[in-house]
């Protein structure tokens, strides 16, 4: 089992930033990378970023690239999403996940989600 817990949402104006925190514990062992997710009111959940573990090699959805960054520290097991110039648009429930398939896009486990919210 993996557990995720997240943390660092909140309310911040259009063009503010924000950091996400993501605290992975139980058997880390089995994740090989780590995502964020977004799901906004009334549409489904959206894949955000992606991060490998070991070559921390990344990979960003197009809506965010240039603003968000995510990272990772291998000896805190926690992953990040730094998330800047925010939009209005970006508002929505933020999930981190982890998935042990090298190639697949499917994710094992979950975080509880933290709120974002971007005020105009």
């Known amino acids: 089992q993996v557990q995720l817990v997240e943390s660092g949402g909140g309310l911040v104006q259009a063009g503010g930033s924000l950091r996400l925190s993501c605290a992975a514990s139980g058997r880390t062992f089995s994740s090989y990378a780590m995502g964020w997710f977004r799901q906004a009111p009334g549409k489904e959940r959206a894949f955000v970023a992606t991060i490998r573990w070991t070559s921390g090699s990344t990979y960003y959805a197009d809506s965010v690239k240039g603003r968000f960054t995510i990272s990772r520290d291998n000896t805190k097991n926690t992953v990040y999403l730094q998330m800047n110039s925010l939009k209005p648009e970006d508002t929505a429930v933020y999930y981190c996940?982890?998935?042990?398939?090298?190639?697949?896009?499917?994710?094992?486990?979950w975080g509880q989600g933290t709120q974002v919210t971007v005020s105009s």
């Open positions: 996940a982890s998935r042990s398939g090298l190639d697949s896009l499917t994710y094992d486990y």
